[in-house]
């Protein structure tokens, strides 16, 4: 078994020659760093775009629900020896329409039928490494993020899937907005509201997988709602909300990233607790 300390894969000291006078531009030309920053910038972009909507639609546990069953996923993809991104984006998408559809179609409340996928998906994951004897993986860079191992194909995937996100919302951003603010009377006028639930609860397990890389599944529904609860403090407009959310998302994703670089630290939480700290900031000015 691998050792603990490996969980966050720490920038490696000999990669940096501390006695050169441009010790702080090295850290940029390193091909790793480089890779790292362009995988915040973009998961940083998903996060806010989609994470305004989850806000405001108090969608927040729902995500954390199928964030968490990731982990189910995860432990499928290495049982049954495929591409174990793939595995959990199947995975999560399928959690995350049974989420919707028991929701929709049963007595029972959002927030039970969350914590039944919530609890059985993570136990499966549990379950299945039982029969999972003698793997080697790092099973933690899952857990808690392991941006600084994030690869050429990694940035195409996620690059894709930021490509693809943005092209929906652009195409249907009015008729989101309306399923988010008013879903009644925008099913009263004609809108399958349930079918853009489905396309949103997709969207996000999407994001969801793609973000692990970067912040893990125990910390990606983190990233998804606190830029845009960080937002909401300092605009209504919602436009604005999302480019704020975005700017947070993004700051704190680059930062968050040198600063561990810096203080030697998980990378996946120094992204969280600085854009946490961004939060705490906005809800000091907005009482002020």
């Known amino acids: 078994m691998k050792s603990p300390t490996l969980w ?42 989609l994470g ?8 927040s546990f729902v995500s954390a629900g199928i964030s968490h069953a990731a982990f189910g996923g995860v432990a499928l993809g290495y049982l049954l020896r495929t591409d174990v991104i793939l595995t959990t984006l199947v995975f999560c998408i399928l959690v995350g329409l049974g989420i919707t559809l028991l929701t929709q179609k049963s007595s029972l409340r959002e927030d039970t039928v969350v914590g039944i996928f919530y609890a ?6 549990i379950f299945l490494l039982g029969f999972s004897q003698g793997y080697t993986v790092d ?33 249907f951003f009015k008729e989101f907005i309306a399923i988010t603010l008013d879903p009644e009377t925008t099913k009263a006028l ?3 509201v349930e079918g853009f639930q489905y396309l949103f609860t997709a969207l996000v397990a999407m994001v969801i997988v793609v973000a692990i890389r970067v912040v893990g599944i125990v910390l990606v529904s983190a990233l998804m709602v606190i830029p845009a ?16 959310s975005a700017l947070f998302s993004i700051t704190s994703c680059a930062f968050g990233l040198v600063l561990s670089f810096y203080l030697n630290t998980p990378s996946g939480a120094t992204i969280v607790l600085l854009s946490t700290g ?11």
């Open 52 to 59: 305004v909507f989850i806000v405001l639609k108090n969608f």
């Open 139 to 171: 099973l933690f860079g899952y857990l808690f993020g392991s941006i600084l191992a994030v690869t050429r194909s990694d940035l195409v995937i996620i690059a894709s899937t930021l490509t693809g996100v943005l092209l929906l919302l652009l195409l």
């Open 190 to 192: 004609g809108t399958p």
């Open 229 to 244: 609860a960080t937002a909401l403090h300092l605009s209504q407009e919602i436009k604005r909300v999302i480019f704020l």
């Open 120 to 125: 059985s998906t993570m136990a499966l994951g």
């Open 8 to 49: 966050w894969k720490r920038i490696p000291s000999h990669a940096i020659n501390p006695k050169r006078k441009n010790h702080n531009m090295e850290i940029l030309r390193l091909g790793f760093m480089q890779r790292a920053l362009t995988a915040g910038f973009m998961v940083g972009t998903l996060c806010a775009l």
């Open 278 to 288: 961004f939060f705490l900031a906005s809800l000091l000015r907005k009482s002020i």
